[in-house]
């Protein structure tokens, strides 16, 4: 039987990059696919791109701009197949990705979704991130700390191809007030903490960072994890079983967010999420550079000089 993969393809003022990932898609040894490009209230002419690109398997969808979660969500309310995967509009894959997606998709049926090693950046340089067994995986309850965020980190949205009535199930994406960042890894640690999946590390997707001008690698500062502020679905969707860990990750992101707003001079937020979650002492160290972070944050020298002793013990450190 013929697996049609349905790609979603969210577009906002992305047109210098377009038609390359259509292109990456195009290139695919799989042909069995349909693409939907969700443009979210563009102002460039990157809709214009896309229908000067002759392939009946392309359609474009428009809606005013309400962030990517709600575009992917929009392109996942339009497909009508078993298995779909989310490409964003400055990124490609290599021309084996689909396939093999699909390949250890049908041939292990109890595995939610498919993720592959990634390269990153202008030269397509293999991401470290991608250095894991291949195969089945389910995420340990007793997972260590420095591993929380790593294991994560792996399940990138352009890497993924995942089970349409999985994604559904769960909620889609997060996208509350317009979201713009963390929206996806909302959905993908649902799918980690209920479901198993199948990882292949070889570099398979390729994420351009460096391209985008309008991405969040161009903010001053990252903003809370939308898991951090708006945990309660979570909550509400995991397992008993999968509890504790979750609310490890709650903790971890939580401490993560209010040292990035300690960093961005912003003390009262990270006081204010730091007291959303009183288990995060429990974090140890990490928690004590937390409030430490906290301190110093109306003292800018201050905050120079304990980055600069970071990054020294750092190179200290490093082999």
């Given at each position: 039987m013929t697996i049609t993969v349905t790609v979603v393809i969210p577009l906002y003022n992305k047109a210098p990059y377009i038609e390359r990932t259509l292109q990456s898609i195009q290139a695919q040894?799989?042909?069995h696919w349909q693409a939907i490009v969700v443009d979210d209230g563009s102002t460039d002419d990157g809709v214009e791109r896309v229908r000067r690109v002759s392939d009946p398997r392309i359609q474009v969808i428009q809606q005013p701009n309400t962030g990517p979660g709600a575009a992917r969500n929009c392109g996942l309310r339009a497909s009508d197949t078993p298995l779909i995967a989310f490409l964003d509009a400055d990124d490609e894959w290599l021309p084996e990705f689909l396939e093999q997606g699909v390949m250890a998709l049908t041939q292990y049926p109890d595995c939610a979704l498919w993720v592959s090693?990634?390269?990153?950046?202008?030269?397509g340089k293999p991401w470290a991130g991608s250095r894991y067994p291949e195969g089945p995986w389910?995420?340990?309850m007793d997972l260590?700390?420095?591993?929380?965020k790593p294991t994560l980190d792996v399940l990138h949205s352009g890497a993924i191809v995942a089970r349409r009535k999985t994604v559904l199930e769960l909620g889609g994406f997060y996208d509350r007030d317009r979201c713009t960042y963390g929206e996806d890894i909302y959905l993908w640690l649902q799918v980690a903490l209920v479901h198993t999946i199948y990882r292949t590390p070889e570099p398979l997707a390729w994420y351009h960072s460096e391209s985008s001008e309008i991405g969040v690698w161009q903010r001053q500062y990252l903003p809370p994890w939308p898991m951090v502020m708006d945990?309660?679905?979570?909550?509400?969707?995991?397992?008993?079983?999968?509890?504790?860990?979750?609310e490890r990750y709650l903790a971890y992101y939580a401490i993560l967010s209010a040292r990035r707003l300690a960093a961005a001079g912003q003390a009262d937020a990270a006081r204010d999420i730091l007291r959303q979650y009183p288990q995060a002492w429990q974090m140890g160290w990490l928690y004590a550079k937390a409030l430490w972070d906290v301190a110093i944050a109306p003292f800018p020298a201050l905050q120079q000089?304990?980055?600069?002793?970071q990054t020294?013990?750092?190179?200290?450190?490093?082999?």
């Open positions: 040894t799989y042909p090693g990634q390269q990153r950046g202008a030269a389910r995420i340990p260590p700390t420095k591993q929380l945990p309660q679905p979570l909550r509400d969707r995991c397992p008993i079983e999968s509890r504790p860990l979750l000089w304990t980055q600069q002793a020294a013990l750092r190179r200290w450190r490093s082999p």
